[in-house]
């Protein structure tokens, strides 16, 4: 371990092996650090947070503090961040509202300069939030899901995998996966070909994903039609898409 002479480490703290901790960090009492994690100067690690191996935490970033959920009535609410991931200059991420929940990040996940993290987020991995970017309470986003810059999300919004969001977006629906959104709200304007090929889909699969948005978002049929359709479909992408209809709290801009 590095840990600055000017850094402060509260008693119960544990740190893992090999992690470097700069100059007036702070990191207390419940925190547990995995091994190999980097905190630039001024970095803040606080609450009951668990933080897996092989993060950077860059200065100012804050992570584990109260909810600003004025339901929050005390307990033990938490932070839990998996391995490999990237808080940049001024992140923010907030604990859970009720005891004993967490809001969580999984694993090689980037969230850029000034982005905020609610409390109750569930962020799965690969996930990226671009500079500005904010997240109310309870958002959910799937592996490899990309919020542009100075997008803002409302609560309990969900956003499938691969999905990507436009920058200076206004997110009020779900956003299904392998789509793009964009817009004041946002609205699913087509789907996210240039990730799809980038994460090595083949042209056969983007064009069963293709099919299916075609169906959700190109045709005339209202939506217990569309969800027959997709049911109908050989097609592991549209049961996707119909399971994520399924669930979908805010529901799903569909013209």
Do not use: W
Request: hydrophobic share 40%; aromatic share 8%; proline share 3%.
């Amino acid at each position: 371990m590095d840990i600055h002479p000017s850094a402060v480490i509260e008693e119960g703290a544990v740190i893992g092996e090999g992690c470097q901790i700069g100059p007036f960090c702070y990191v207390g009492a419940e925190v547990v650090l995995g091994k190999n994690n980097i905190l630039h100067s001024h970095v803040v690690l606080d609450g009951r947070c668990e933080i897996g191996d092989e993060n950077a935490f860059f200065s100012f970033a804050c992570i584990g503090k109260n909810t600003q959920d004025q339901k929050y009535t005390g307990g033990s609410p938490g932070v839990k961040i998996g391995s490999r991931n990237a808080f940049r200059e001024y992140a923010t991420m907030h604990c859970a509202t009720y005891d004993n929940d967490n809001t969580v990040i999984g694993d090689d996940c980037l969230i850029q300069a000034y982005c905020h993290v609610a409390h109750d987020c569930q962020l799965g991995n690969h996930v990226i939030l671009s500079s500005g970017a904010k997240l109310s309470g309870h958002v959910e986003m799937g592996d490899h899901s990309i919020i542009s810059g100075m997008t803002g999300v409302i609560q309990f919004v969900k956003v499938g995998e691969f999905a990507f969001v436009g920058g200076y977006a206004k997110l009020t629906s779900d956003i299904p996966p392998y789509c793009l959104a964009d817009g004041i709200p946002a609205k699913v304007v087509t789907i996210n070909k240039v990730g799809l090929e980038r994460k090595g889909y083949s042209k056969s699969e983007i064009k069963q994903i293709y099919r299916a948005y075609r169906l959700m978002f190109k045709s005339d049929l209202v939506l217990p039609e569309i969800k027959n359709g997709l049911a109908q479909m050989d097609n592991a992408f549209a049961s996707r898409l119909l399971e994520f209809i399924e669930n979908s709290d805010k529901g799903i801009l569909l013209k």
